[in-house]
């Protein structure tokens, strides 16, 4: 059910909204955060070179391996490093963020697949950003939902935003809830701080005015009840909403909703938007 705000909360909600979006627009705005990502490496077994990274690159069952040219020095663990340098065996989803001068080289491992990812500061990507068009906050989108949890974690196959690319996640349960009449469900992934969960999801926005490939929404550790509150207001883009050069997992089939949720932020001004 829609949780109603009154017009004395409706100030402490709306300057909530706005220290969320701010932190948002500021993480993605960072010196090294995705806007200033200029290049995505692909690692085999063959020794490569790039325009925007030291040394030569190459990646095998002992894990990606870099060799850097005289004169050349990254910065690891807080340690110069030169010639040759062995980061090891990434996990899915880890990596290491390796400095060079005002750089910041990210060695990563996504899909299954080993790359390098640097991100400098002046990338016009990141030196043009004006900010993300976004919706009004409006109390009507926040509703209460039950969690339900799986009774062991399911393997979930979701594509990417990089064609050929998958990601598996384990889901540990799924969300209902009610929204414009509809009796609605959204598979849940594990978030980012401990007990939240992850949903990631479109619905009758998407390509409207919203980015037609996901939206995220972080929701809060569930009661002993199973409630949860699904603030779709904060309803996030992922970092290839703005650029091509992310490897952002695809919501499951089963999270593309049916209504059109008119709150959270819309499609960036780089994809087009207004």
């Known amino acids: 059910m829609t949780i109603e705000a009154t017009a004395t909360d409706l100030q402490a909600f709306t300057e909530g909204w706005l220290e969320w979006y701010r932190a948002q627009e500021d993480r993605l705005a960072d010196p090294h955060g995705f806007l200033a990502i200029t290049g995505l490496h692909w690692l085999d077994e063959r020794p490569q070179r790039f325009p925007d990274a030291p040394g030569a690159w190459h990646t095998g069952p002992e894990g990606v391996v870099v060799t850097l040219d005289e004169g050349e020095e990254l ?11 062995r980061f090891g065996v990434l996990p899915e989803r880890g990596g290491v963020n390796a400095v060079w001068g005002g750089a910041v080289i990210e060695v990563a491992k996504r899909g299954g697949h080993d790359v390098v990812r640097p991100r400098h500061p002046d990338a016009e990507l990141r030196t043009a950003f004006t900010g993300t068009p976004a919706y009004a906050p409006d109390p009507r989108w926040v509703v209460r939902g039950r969690y339900l949890p799986f009774d062991e974690p399911r393997p979930t196959t979701v594509g990417a935003a990089v064609e050929g690319l998958e990601h598996v996640y384990d889901a540990p349960g799924r969300i209902e809830f009610e929204l414009e009449g509809h009796e609605l469900s959204l598979t849940a992934f594990p978030g980012y701080a401990e007990g939240t969960l992850s949903v990631l999801f479109t619905d009758a926005t998407s ?68």
């Open 75 to 85: 910065v690891v663990d807080s340690t110069p490093v030169r010639g040759e340098h």
């Open 207 to 274: 390509g409207v005015t919203t980015y037609a490939a996901n939206r995220s929404l972080t929701v809060g550790p569930p009661a002993a009840d199973g409630t949860v509150t699904l603030d779709f207001n904060r309803a996030a883009n992922l970092p290839c909403a703005y650029t091509d050069l992310a490897t952002c997992p695809l919501p499951p089939a089963e999270n593309r909703l049916p209504v059109a949720i008119e709150a959270g932020l819309k499609i960036p001004r780089e994809r087009g938007g207004a």
